[in-house]
């Protein structure tokens, strides 16, 4: 039998209600993803992670409205408020999230001048972040996802969880997207053309 891995996605405190960046509706998620835990034998929690001054930050750019997008080196980058900035209590996981104790997790988004919606590759599409060698070492060929945000960091997860050749399920009920003008239907059509599997 294949090992199958849930992986939870970014449900910190910033994506959440009150936080510096809130999804909404994103508490929703926690009694999902709960019960997903629950269920599998195998966890890994990703964490958005940034430095300070991080380049996904408006603040990082003068002018530079919230939400406006630019031109890197990586491609084209939504600015976000600033969020999930390491060591402080938004970056820290949901403490209504009930977190088992042998769960590995993966950080992102640590480099300051790449932004890391995925947890297997950097936006420039080729640093790895970590997610696939902690696959490999549960020598997992299934995934199965939840968390936030459906548009970001879910979608970019599951398509290069695709690419690598995994089998991905996204559990629908225990992800919320933050539909920066169309994203989220945009998300789940990419999703369904990449073969990803809903639940
Ligand atoms: C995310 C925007 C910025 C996510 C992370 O977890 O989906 N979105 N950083
Ligand atoms: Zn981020």
């Known amino acids: 039998m294949p090992t199958t891995v849930l992986v939870v ?20 998620v926690i009694p999902a993803a709960n019960r997903l835990m629950r269920d599998f034998r195998r966890v890994i929690l990703t964490q958005d992670w940034h430095p300070l001054g991080h380049v996904s930050f408006a603040s990082s750019h003068p002018g530079q409205p919230e939400f406006s997008r630019v031109s890197l080196p990586s491609g084209q980058q939504v600015l976000w408020p600033d969020h999930c900035v390491a060591d402080t209590p938004g970056a820290s996981f949901h403490p209504d999230l009930e977190i088992p104790a042998d769960a590995a997790v993966v ?93």
């Not at 405190?13 to 936080?19: L, M, S, Y």
């Not at 968390?147 to 960091?153: E, H, R």
């Not at 920066?180 to 990419?190: D, H």
Request: glycine share 10%.
């Open 107 to 199: 950080r992102k988004g640590v480099h300051p001048r790449i932004d890391s919606y995925s947890a297997f590759f950097e936006n420039d599409r080729t640093t790895p972040v970590g997610l696939d060698a902690a696959l490999q070492d549960l020598a997992a060929a299934e995934i199965v996802l939840a968390g936030l945000a459906t548009d970001y960091c879910v979608l970019q997860t599951a398509l290069d969880a695709r690419q690598l050749g995994y089998d991905v399920t996204v559990v629908e009920a225990a992800c919320r997207g933050i539909d920066l003008e169309g994203s989220l239907a945009e998300a789940w059509r990419r999703m369904d053309a990449a073969g990803v599997r809903g639940a």
């Open 9 to 28: 996605i970014d449900i910190q405190t910033d994506f959440c209600g009150g936080g510096a960046l809130a999804v909404p509706d994103a508490e929703a």
